[in-house]
């Protein structure tokens, strides 16, 4: 199990899950105080890499209990976003790609390409994942794939 600051400095103080700062000096025993969060890195391999992230206690706990909503950040100005947790386990298992929102013009798209990858460097650091933005309909499709 890695050093408690380790992580929180890798992550840059930021919970994985709500994607909201850590103090790093709150206690771990409030609901706002760091945790880390373990999980198998390809969970269907015997002696998988273990990753760990760093999340609020509160969250991590709450991730036991329901699935985890990793929010769309509400400064982007996406149409019908997919659930990210969703996307990112189907294409970790999977493969291929997948559309993950809809834009209403070219930059709207690359800002949610770019908010997207930084997002998903702290949701599964060990998966490497790519975008792509399409025209279609008067309207820019945001994909995402595995870059394997």
């Not at 997919?82 to 990112?88: G, R």
């Not at 709207?108 to 279609?136: H, M, V, Y």
Request: hydrophobic share 35%; with cysteine; glycine share 6%.
């Amino acid at each position: 199990m890695s050093d408690l600051n380790e992580v929180g400095e890798r992550d840059n103080w930021i919970c994985w899950l709500c994607d909201t700062p850590v103090d790093p000096d709150g206690s771990v025993n409030s609901d706002l105080g760091p945790s880390t969060d373990s999980y198998a890195a390809a969970k269907a391999k015997k002696g998988a890499d273990v990753v760990e992230r760093l999340a609020h206690r509160q969250c991590n706990t709450m991730r036991g209990k329901i699935a985890p909503v990793v929010p769309w950040s509400k400064d982007l100005f996406v149409v019908d976003p997919s659930p990210i947790f969703e996307s990112v386990e189907r294409l970790k298992a999977k493969g291929g790609r997948e559309i993950v929102a809809r834009c209403p013009d070219e930059n709207d798209a690359n800002q949610a390409a770019e908010w997207l990858l930084d997002r998903l460097s702290r949701l599964a650091p060990d998966s490497k994942f790519a975008t792509e933005i399409k025209p279609g309909g008067g309207q820019f499709m945001l994909a995402l794939r595995l870059d394997r």
